[in-house]
């Protein structure tokens, strides 16, 4: 299945040396913009369905997907730009509203985050963003990683 689970994200960090119980606590931030999906199996059908491409912000990537879990939804990451600060994520998150603006899709319920993005399309749509953020806006970008499969499966170090 495409991009990283909460599971292996989960794990991947524990592997960096923390534990359960300080892997989402102050000062062990991952700065990161991220772009994800929504999947859902019909459990009539057995019919898998995916939402719209999230693109969104945030401090730890496990408190993202374990929140976006909770109904019995996979949310998966695709993709990544880990920067340096929470700032940066700010900063970053806006590149994306102004440049994906006619790609964006207000979601039912109000969300805004939503973009009409296919998946063929996202290594150049990640990439550009991450050098726009650079060359234009001085993002301090520490990496880009693309998931599949729940391991990464390239990274660019900046």
Known sequence: ???IGYSSA?????????????????????????FGRAYIFD?????TARGLLKIGRGKFKTAIQRGRNQPG????????ILVLTNDDTHVIEGIVKHIL???NVLGSQGQRELYNIND???VDIV???AE????????????VNFYDNDTITNSYTY
Do not use: P, W
């Open 73 to 80: 939804v996979d949310f998966r990451i695709f993709a990544e």
């Open 1 to 3: 299945m495409k991009g």
């Open 120 to 122: 063929d399309e996202l």
């Open 101 to 103: 603006s006619s790609r």
């Open 132 to 143: 726009i953020a650079i060359d234009c806006h001085n993002v301090g970008i520490k990496c």
């Open 43 to 47: 459990f009539e059908t057995g019919i």
């Open 10 to 34: 989960r794990k991947k960090r524990l592997s960096e040396g923390f534990t359960g119980s300080n892997v989402e606590a102050a000062g062990n931030e991952e700065f990161l913009l991220y």
């Open 127 to 129: 990439n550009d963003i």
